[in-house]
């Protein structure tokens, strides 16, 4: 019994969660250190003391601890903002459960999820998104990279979105641009002189969610104020719910609702607030995978896809990787002040080999690695993170077994023959365009054109 009793007590002091136990009277009898750390306050301070003196303004109304004792009845997910001892303001997520045995409540266990730093930053988010003008931060499809068959077709279904006002579905995996596509359909669109504001769904609880979006009104709880939503700041412009799957299921009927029938609610309050907002939905996996795991409504999924735009992996489209890395390296060149203008082939053949499940963010974040490292002009393998190497170039073998040469033949001259006919390769798939044949060689056009005269070859 003794060792279960220590067990418990090692677990909870060490546990992230604030864990507050009080008992029938209200007196705390446990206190951990996570809770400490949210309330600023000591368990010397607590300990023993009933919680309306530690904290004069709670009541029963106010306080999840002492409306739990007086219904018996558990408190989920509330979301709450209150000051701690030093005047500052603290948000958690609390759930509240009721020690009852044989019938009667003995107290209350309360654990916290601290949410302080969370809300600060979207705070900030929408002080940004009141303040900021929308129409001096344009996307424009002309600077989207890529030319794969089946990107150009997501491209020009993309096009064809921004000249409506349906709501839009973006699949794809992570990584592969999705909010760079939904920002390219509302700056093309006729809402682009208005907000578009996005948000992560996946970042927060419901609760604290469910305000962000429909806004609060005072007294709905406790450290609430009168504040819009992001739906009412994105008013006659388009929010975009980035990982649609992630938001909870019951916040996705609240959503469905404000899509139907075209206003909001602020929590607490009782007018409606018509709204005009365009909805872009993302989501990372197959949508009927999400409905059969339950993630994602049947009716919410047929409501936002009204337009489905699929975004391929870049697996699927490794004609691209040579022009992200073309972007990237001259995007780092510009910010790390370097003078990079060729790929080692070994690195290429390392990513064209490579599936890339991080899809285009991954590749633009080893680029940024290795620009770091580099001195020279030439981006080689060893000047990517050992992990990166491992990764990626660790299955990389040339395979030399049917290669046939000729020892006759002076390596250089053979060497030079095959590089010849590779040129001349090119230059017939570009309709001899130098810079497109210099792209898809990887060198610099003016490598091209040396290596043109020096062979002889008719431009």
């Not at 004069?56 to 509330?78: A, I």
């Not at 490579?354 to 690695?369: A, H």
Request: hydrophobic fraction near 35%; proline fraction near 4%; glycine fraction near 6%.
């Amino acid at each position: 019994m003794c060792y279960h009793y220590k067990l418990l007590e090692i677990i909870i002091e060490n546990i992230d969660e604030g864990i507050h136990i009080v008992d029938s009277e209200g007196n705390t009898i446990i206190y951990n250190r996570a809770m400490e750390q949210i309330e600023g306050l000591n368990s010397n301070e607590v300990l023993g003391k009933n919680l309306c003196d530690i904290f004069p303004n709670l009541n029963e109304t106010t306080s999840t601890l002492l409306s739990c004792l007086k219904s018996g009845e558990p408190v989920l997910d509330r979301y709450q903002t209150y000051l701690n001892k030093k005047g500052n303001n603290i948000t958690t997520v609390n759930t509240t459960i009721p020690i009852i045995i044989d019938g009667k409540t003995l107290g209350a266990v309360e654990i916290s999820k601290n949410f302080t730093k969370i809300k600060e930053l979207y705070d900030r988010i929408l002080q940004l998104n009141n303040s900021r003008d929308d129409s001096s931060d344009k996307y424009k499809f002309d600077d989207v990279v890529g030319a794969s068959p089946d990107f150009l077709k997501t491209i020009e279904l993309a096009k064809k979105a921004s000249r409506t006002n349906s709501t839009v579905l973006i699949i794809g995996e992570t990584g592969t641009g999705k909010e760079v596509i939904a920002r390219c359909i509302h700056s093309s669109s006729s809402r682009c002189e208005k907000p578009f504001i996005a948000v992560n769904c996946a970042a927060l609880p419901e609760s604290l969610l469910e305000g962000i979006l429909f806004g609060t009104v005072k007294g709905s709880f406790t450290g609430a104020i009168n504040r819009p939503g992001l739906f009412e700041q994105a008013n006659g412009g388009t929010l975009l719910l980035d990982e649609i799957n992630s938001m909870p299921v019951n916040l996705q009927a609240k959503l469905l609702r404000v899509l139907q029938e075209g206003y909001i609610r602020r929590i607490g309050d009782v007018k409606d607030i018509p709204i005009d907002v365009r909805i872009i939905a993302t989501i990372n996996e197959d949508p009927y995978t999400s409905i059969l795991q339950g993630n994602l409504r049947k009716d919410l999924y047929y409501r936002l896809s009204v337009i489905n735009i699929n975004i391929p992996p870049l697996r699927d489209r490794k004609e691209d990787i040579p022009i992200f890395v073309n972007e990237f390296i001259k995007k780092y060149n510009t910010e790390l002040i370097k003078d990079v203008w060729e790929v080692a082939d070994e690195v290429y053949d390392g990513f064209l080999s490579y599936d890339w499940p991080g899809n285009v963010r991954e590749l633009k974040n080893y680029i940024e690695g290795a620009m770091n490292m580099v001195t020279g002009h030439v981006l080689r393998r060893e000047h990517f993170a050992p992990n990166v190497q491992e990764l990626i170039f660790k299955k990389y073998k040339p395979d030399m077994g049917d290669v046939k040469y000729d020892f006759n033949t002076p390596l250089d001259d053979y060497l030079e023959d095959i590089e010849k006919k590779i040129i001349l390769s090119a230059l017939e798939k570009t309709n001899y365009n130098i810079s497109k044949a210099a792209g898809m060689l990887k060198i610099k056009r003016q490598t091209l054109q040396h290596k043109l005269n020096k062979y002889g070859i008719n431009k």
